[in-house]
């Protein structure tokens, strides 16, 4: 019995360092940008040692590939909720529209963002996303099949509106790199919320 209780406290403490690397990692990238972010302040960041981080993470690749996984397992989980309160008639699809943009205009965008230049030009950053990014994916997709619902649109044609949703808002949240302009960006979403109604409203 002692043995099981030491194994699982061992299990959780090594849960919780893997954590703590992983979140150091993804705010260390938000604020100095994938090309600028070093090990060694990863490590600093998240108070452990070298060696601790590559017992969990021997390689780059797989510190960032997981370091991902868990910004979009958070977001996964958080979207389920905010589809949740949607299917419950607590929020409107405009409400839908306006929660996506402040994801694809925030530290979530901007993390992949980065992450995605890389993998452009790096085959093992690549082949390592690739697997996380068709696993969001498919997750997202259940989720608009359980929680988007309307009786004279296919799951499919549901599916495309939402997806194209998430492609606008993509595209959105690159320009505002480089163009601060609040009112463009409302005028865009606003239209697209007209769009959307003329779509759904009739199913």
């Not at 990863?42 to 452990?48: D, E, L, Q, T």
Request: hydrophobic fraction near 45%.
């Amino acid at each position: 019995m002692t043995e099981t209780l030491k194994a699982g406290k061992n299990a959780e403490r090594s849960a919780r360092m893997r954590e703590r690397i992983l979140c150091a990692t993804l705010d260390h990238i938000f604020e100095c940008g994938f090309v600028a972010a070093s090990t060694p302040a990863i490590v600093k960041r998240a108070g452990v040692s070298r060696g601790a981080m590559l017992h969990h993470f021997p390689t780059k690749e797989l510190l960032i590939a997981s370091a991902i996984e868990k910004l979009l397992e958070d977001e996964i989980e958080d979207l389920r909720r905010v589809a949740a309160a949607f299917a419950e008639h607590e929020t409107t699809i405009d409400d839908f529209v306006d929660d996506m943009w402040k994801r694809f205009s925030g530290r979530l965008f901007m993390i992949t963002l980065d992450f995605l230049s890389y993998a452009r030009t790096d085959e093992k950053m690549r082949e390592a996303l690739i697997p996380v990014s068709l696993n969001f994916h498919k997750s997202l997709n259940d989720i608009w099949k359980q929680f988007f619902r309307y009786e004279e649109k296919s799951e499919e044609q549901v599916q495309i509106l939402l997806n194209t949703t998430l492609c606008l808002m993509r595209g959105m949240g690159a320009q505002t790199v480089i163009r601060e302009d609040a009112a463009y960006f409302d005028a865009i979403r606003n239209n697209w919320k007209l769009i959307l109604h003329s779509q759904l409203d009739s199913a």
